[in-house]
């Protein structure tokens, strides 16, 4: 084949991918699946947020609970304290939740501005732009607008693709897992919340002046009344045992959220700027013997 027939191939494929992109971008298919994908991603990620808030709440009224009496000396014992590990695990939790609903948001005011009639209008014009310079033979603007538009397509649909890119991994190895771990870690916060109420340990009067017989007796009844009635509303010990149970589920959706919501989309993302570097390679002077 000639360096003109060459030429002249090269010159439809690259004004048939631009017609393809000006179609697309109007039509606007991509961009809704793909905001609708992130829609989806969204309600997720605030469900597993609410939960992580929901433990939280549990732990954080497990842990204000104290027993106090006195024998002589007043003490307190604090039996919730025992679940700081687990109220760690969940704030670190809460904290890659946060992250993870700023990312998608960040997604979807992307794909809104990629996808507004602004951006279409601009990469239809840079498209006629390039069209006419190629056909009117100006060729020192040739090169420089085929790189024109070659960036605004890929300004235009690399958030757009790398987001699709996402929602299939997701739809086909993450997002079943996902929700069976937000379902399970509901369960365990609901349980745990069903075994403690706020204590209502009330201070009592001041009594009157006794004898160290009557009050090391009253201060062990006291302390035994106090212990058997927390008792009752709650058991810190099952209670951490039942949270400890969940947090594998918070450690895999931790991980799970952090390869969804952000190394996936940039891994994505480095693939079509390696496919825009090859096309970037592909000079524009190379389709001017096509008008020649």
Do not use: C, H
Not at 39 to 44: G, I, K, N, T
Not at 86 to 115: H, P
């Amino acid at each position: 084949m000639d360096q003109k027939g060459l030429a002249l191939r090269k010159f439809a494929v690259a004004f048939g991918f631009m017609l393809l992109a000006v179609a697309m971008s109007w039509l606007g298919a991509l961009d809704r699946t793909s905001s609708k994908y992130v829609d989806d991603a969204l309600v997720q990620a605030f469900s597993a947020y609410t939960v992580a808030r929901g433990v939280n709440a549990v732990v954080s009224v497990l842990q204000s609970v104290s027993v106090g009496g006195s024998l002589g000396a007043s003490f307190a014992v604090s039996p919730g304290e025992v679940l700081d590990p687990i109220n760690d695990l969940v704030e670190r939790y809460a904290a890659v939740m946060e992250f993870s609903i700023a990312s998608l948001l960040t997604q979807k005011v992307l794909i809104g501005i990629t996808s507004s009639q602004v951006f279409n209008v601009l990469l239809s014009l840079s498209v006629a732009a390039f069209m006419l310079s190629v056909l009117a033979n100006v060729r020192p603007l040739t090169g420089v607008l085929f790189r024109t538009v070659l960036s605004l397509i890929f300004l235009r649909f690399a958030i757009v693709l790398a987001v699709l890119a996402n929602s299939w991994v997701d739809a086909a190895f993450l997002r079943d897992g996902i929700d069976q771990s937000v379902a399970e870690m509901n369960g365990v916060s609901e349980s745990v919340a069903t075994r403690i109420a706020e204590p209502a340990l009330v201070q009592e009067p001041a009594e009157k002046e006794q004898g160290l017989l009557d009050s090391f007796t009253s201060g062990v009844s006291g302390l035994a009344a106090k212990a058997q009635g927390l008792m009752t509303q709650m058991d810190a010990s099952a209670a951490k045992d039942a949270l400890e149970a969940s947090v594998p589920g918070m450690v895999d959706l931790m991980a799970v959220f952090i390869l969804k919501t952000l190394l996936l989309p940039l891994l994505f993302l480095y693939g079509l700027k390696r496919a825009f570097s090859v096309l970037w390679g592909w000079r524009g002077a190379s389709l001017k013997p096509a008008t020649a």
